[in-house]
């Protein structure tokens, strides 16, 4: 038999040259008569070993990385294709610490199967949520992901099954399902890695929606910076109709559910669901007033869910092995697990799927092993653009988020940017005012002219120009946004700025000193 | 002969595309507009303003509206391109590792600010915020490849393939 040879076309893993591995495996191979069988998977998302590369034996997958095209000649040396010994030898896959301590529910097979294999997707427990939620009515699977707990992982953590219930209660023909697949958080890539790597679980999620809340079109809005999650989604999605999966009668059931992947065009705005369906609609991405909520009317004036990637990919999981399951997982009002991103300087930086509960720490030091750079970590950035900062003295609340509500600060949609000391947090401060000015979508004063003006204090307290009444002038103008911002843009741009601040005053007040002098 | 404009645009007949398909193909589609900008774009590269009378009298929009949607989102551009995008991620993530320095080397080498193209028209720089492989920062997107952890060699290396 052919020995399988797995190598990711992850993007990120293509970004540390997984193509020329794959292209230099299959072509020594060749030269050496040996005969195997690649197949890309996703990745496992241990990123710092990427390129990694799995083989297949009788007692498991057996890693190597981080593999280079120049370590190819001595791998087929080392006769890794029987799975020997090599300097980049990992062990086996499974038996990794790192990959081991977790609890990959949502993941579950992200990095395992041949992503747009149906077959193997199916081999693999998936379609069995669809299978049972047929089998049950709409208002029962609606109630199976309202007891599961599941909140919107998108960043907002309104509860699932209750945006659900308001689409299902709407008594009109046409509904819609729009996944937002706008993941524009910088230290986020979660989605990145569903679609690209199990892009089945999103299909089967969104599928299970539709039947559920009644509505047989479904979009995924996906940012254009995804190329291959592009070329992803759109094969899953073939395979899922071509086999009955989708369409107008999926799997006999006589309900009908049809799905298009929608380009996004740059626009970090239109992460925001209001500024999204306005995007979809062919229009430019304004946040619209609510109420109406678009689970009332959202999409071309329709009753809409809009859900992100890792909500819609946790529910086939829910739908399959039960809401108590699920909900087993995880601390106070923050149910199951939760895909933490590690990124920025950090050593160990990747993917680890937890429940929630754990502290921030652990997450830094036994998973990420500190800075990339050995430097201590000064700062992280918790949830994206528009999270707080955190510092040392918070690394040990858990991830939960209540925990992160008490502390002025937000778990968004997973992603931990880390910082070392060399990290001047007045520039961070300065950034998130920059950022938002560049992304406002212009429709309210606060975000539209706030986000330009906050830039252009920071750039006098940065030039150490009348540093205290400057920083009172931030956080006046902060209150504005805060409680003025028709949307998340403009009232959580304060978070990343005032925490800094607050947390970090030095970095302020060492420009008041030049100043004085 | 003068193919151009009043605006110094390429006229739609002389455009090496041909509009009239893409929009017979895109037209009936709900919410039409971005795809149908998108597919102009991955045709030509940007967008001409010479195409918006056209797309507006298919979709039934005016051409203030066309003009308003290209311009609100990044993705879109107004103006042709050189042969290759280099794409610097500005974001968080990557600043931790070192995008700033990344960035000032790229527009020292390539003498240009982002939105910019060089002289011989090889590179256009743009700023990005978010490539998603903040696992590997800092991160660039040369046209449709994407790189992670990359040194200013890295980059030197890349402009000087894109140049070549």
């Given at each position: 038999m052919m020995t ?24 020594e191979?060749?030269?050496?008569g040996i005969?195997i069988?690649?197949i890309r998977n996703g990745s496992?998302?241990?990123?710092w070993?990427e390129?990694?590369?799995e ?8 890693a190597?990385g981080?593999?280079k095209v120049q370590?190819?000649?001595s791998?087929f040396?080392?006769?890794?294709v ?5 300097v980049?030898s990992l062990?086996?896959t ?6 081991k301590?977790q609890q990959r529910?949502?993941?579950?097979r ?6 747009i294999?149906l077959?193997d997707?199916?081999?693999h427990?998936?379609?069995?949520g669809?299978?049972n939620a047929l089998s049950l ?14 909140r ?6 309104f509860?699932?099954?209750i945006?659900?219930?308001?689409v299902?209660g709407?008594?009109?023909e ?7 697949a ?6 986020t ?7 690209e790597g199990?892009?089945?679980?999103l299909?089967e999620g969104m599928?299970i929606a539709?039947?559920?809340v009644?509505?047989?079109q ?6 254009s910076e995804y190329?291959?999650a592009?070329v ?5 999605i073939?395979?899922a109709n071509q086999a009955g999966?989708?369409?107008a009668d999926?799997l006999?059931?006589g309900k009908?559910?049809?799905?298009e992947?929608r380009r996004?065009?740059?626009a ?8 999204l369906l306005?995007?979809l609609e ?6 619209r007033f609510?109420?109406p909520?678009?689970a ?5 004036g ?6 992100n990637?890792?909500s819609l990919?946790?529910?086939?999981i829910i ?5 108590r ?5 995880g ?5 199951g697990?939760?895909p933490?991103?590690l ?15 754990a502290?921030?720490?652990?997450l830094l ?7 990339a750079t050995g430097?201590?970590?000064r700062?992280v950035?918790v949830g994206?653009?528009l999270?707080?900062f955190?510092?040392e003295?918070q690394?040990d609340?858990?991830?939960?988020y209540?925990a992160?509500s008490?502390l002025w600060?937000v778990?968004?949609h997973?992603?931990?940017?880390a910082?070392?000391?060399t990290?001047?947090m ?6 998130a005012f920059e950022f938002?000015a560049?992304?406002?979508c212009g429709k309210?004063?606060p975000?539209?002219?706030?986000s ?5 204090v920071?750039?006098?307290i ?11 002038l931030?956080r006046d103008?902060?209150?504005t946004?805060l409680?003025g911002?028709l949307?998340?843009l403009g009232?959580?741009t304060?978070?990343?700025?005032l925490?800094?601040?607050n947390h970090f005053?030095k ?5 008041k000193?030049i100043?004085?002098? | 002969?003068?193919?151009?404009d009043?605006f110094?645009e390429?006229k ?8 009239e398909a893409?929009i017979?193909?895109h ?6 507009l ?9 045709n030509l590269?940007y967008?001409p303003e ?6 507006s009298?298919?979709?039934n929009?005016?051409v203030a509206e066309v ?14 391109p050189g ?11 990557c600043q931790?590792?070192?995008s700033?320095?990344l960035?000032?080397?790229?527009k020292k080498?390539l003498?240009i600010d982002?939105h910019?193209?060089?002289k011989?028209d090889?590179?256009t720089?743009e700023?990005?915020?978010c490539?998603?492989n903040?696992?590997?920062?800092p ?6 490849e994407i790189?992670?952890?990359v040194?200013l ?10 140049t070549?």
């Open positions: 399988k040879i797995y190598i990711p076309r992850d993007s990120s893993a293509l970004s540390m040259g997984a193509e020329k591995v794959a292209l230099a495996i299959g072509s191979a060749k030269k050496r005969e069988e690649i496992r998302g241990l990123y070993l390129t990694m590369v083989v297949d034996t009788n007692a498991g997958r057996v190597y981080p593999v370590d190819v000649p791998l040396d080392a006769d890794f029987h799975a020997k010994a090599h980049l062990g086996l499974e038996q990794i610490d790192w990959l301590k529910l949502t993941f579950a992200v990095g395992i199967t041949d992503p294999s077959e997707y199916i081999a427990d998936g379609y069995q669809l299978k009515s709409p208002a029962d699977i609606v109630k199976t992901v309202t007891d599961s707990g599941l919107g992982r998108g960043g907002a953590a509860p699932t099954g945006k659900w219930n308001t299902l709407c008594q009109v046409q509904k819609y399902i729009v996944c937002n706008d993941e524009g958080d910088s230290g890539y979660s989605d990145r890695m569903i679609m199990d892009p089945f679980v299909i599928t539709g039947i559920a009644g509505a047989n479904g979009y995924i809005y996906l940012r190329p291959h592009l992803a989604l759109n094969a899953a073939e395979a999966y989708l369409g999926v006999g059931s009908a559910f049809h799905l992947v996004a065009a740059g970090y705005v239109c992460g925001e669901e209001t500024s306005e995007s062919g229009k430019r991405g304004q946040v609510k109420p909520l678009p009332i009317e959202g999409l071309f329709k009753p809409t869910v809009v859900n990637v890792i990919a946790t529910v086939p739908m399959h092995k039960g809401a399951y699920y909900a087993d997982f601390m106070g009002r923050s149910r697990t939760l933490i991103q990124a920025g300087n950090i050593k160990h930086s990747g993917l680890v799927e937890l429940a929630f509960g502290t921030l720490r652990e030091y036994d998973f990420g092993g500190g800075s430097r201590p970590i700062a950035q994206g653009p999270g707080a955190l510092p003295s690394f609340t858990p991830l939960d209540e992160f008490q600060a778990l968004g997973g992603g931990i940017v910082f070392d000391d990290v001047d007045a520039l961070m401060a300065r950034y938002c560049i992304e406002s309210c004063t975000c539209r002219i706030g330009t003006r906050g830039a252009e920071m750039d006098q940065i030039a150490g120009k009348d540093v205290v009444k400057n920083i009172k931030v103008l902060s209150d946004m409680n911002s949307c998340a009232g959580m304060p978070y990343p700025v925490s800094a601040i005053p970095d302020f007040e060492t420009k000193a100043t004085a002098a | 002969m003068n193919n151009c009043y110094g390429i739609l007949q002389d455009l090496p595309m041909d509009i893409l017979n193909e037209q009936h589609m709900p919410g039409a971005l795809p149908l900008l998108h597919a102009i774009q991955d590269s967008i010479s195409t918006y009378s056209a797309i009298k298919a979709l929009i005016s003009h308003g949607v290209v311009t609100f989102y990044h993705h879109f551009r107004t103006h042709k042969r290759h995008i280099l794409q610097i991620c500005r974001a968080e993530s931790a590792l070192g700033v320095a960035e000032a080397h790229a080498c003498n982002y910019q193209t060089t011989d090889a590179i720089l700023p990005v915020y490539l998603g903040c696992a590997l920062s991160a660039v997107m040369m046209d449709d790189y992670g952890r040194t060699a890295d980059l030197d290396v890349l402009v000087t393939e894109a070549a």
